[in-house]
């Protein structure tokens, strides 16, 4: 039960990952476009090309879903080089299944990107570990 409790939020991710990218290129769109309105409503006097590229605003989400994955892997897997593996593998599997997609491509910017999201998410989880025990140490 251990296990499935670790593993369970790794495969909602996974699934979350595939569902992205299994998306006709019309419902991609839509869900960039929405996406980006959300951010300028919360951010109203923003600049910057992900302001009016969407390609580049696409590219930026990587981010935040590579971040989860990355905390959430770090969770499952304690060892900071282990978890980055994995999240690599998972990262480079969705690189490589867009070259058999019509409507996709291989993006090396994307895999940088997602290499810099779930690297944040791992080296937060690993730092609040240090931390922790840093403290219980202290006590």
């Not at 939020?9 to 309105?37: C, H, K, W």
């Not at 951010?39 to 009016?52: C, D």
């Not at 580049?56 to 080089?81: D, E, M, N, Q």
Request: glycine share 6%; aromatic share 14%.
């Amino acid at each position: 039960m251990f296990i499935i409790k670790r593993l369970f939020p790794i495969i909602i991710v996974l699934a979350l990952i595939v569902f992205l990218t299994l998306q006709s290129p019309e419902d991609t769109i839509r869900l960039s476009y929405g996406m980006q309105n959300i951010f300028l409503a919360l951010f109203p006097n923003a600049s910057g090309r992900w302001t009016i590229d969407m390609h580049w605003f696409r590219t930026l989400l990587h981010l935040p879903l590579y971040f989860l994955l990355g905390g959430i892997v770090s969770f499952a897997v304690p060892k900071f080089w282990k978890a980055a593996g994995i999240c690599f593998a998972v990262a480079l599997a969705d690189e490589t299944l867009k070259i058999f997609l019509p409507t996709r491509e291989f993006g090396a910017t994307d895999l940088a990107f997602d290499a810099i999201g779930f690297l944040l998410g791992i080296g937060i989880v690993t730092l609040c570990r240090v931390i922790k025990k840093k403290c219980l140490k202290n006590r």
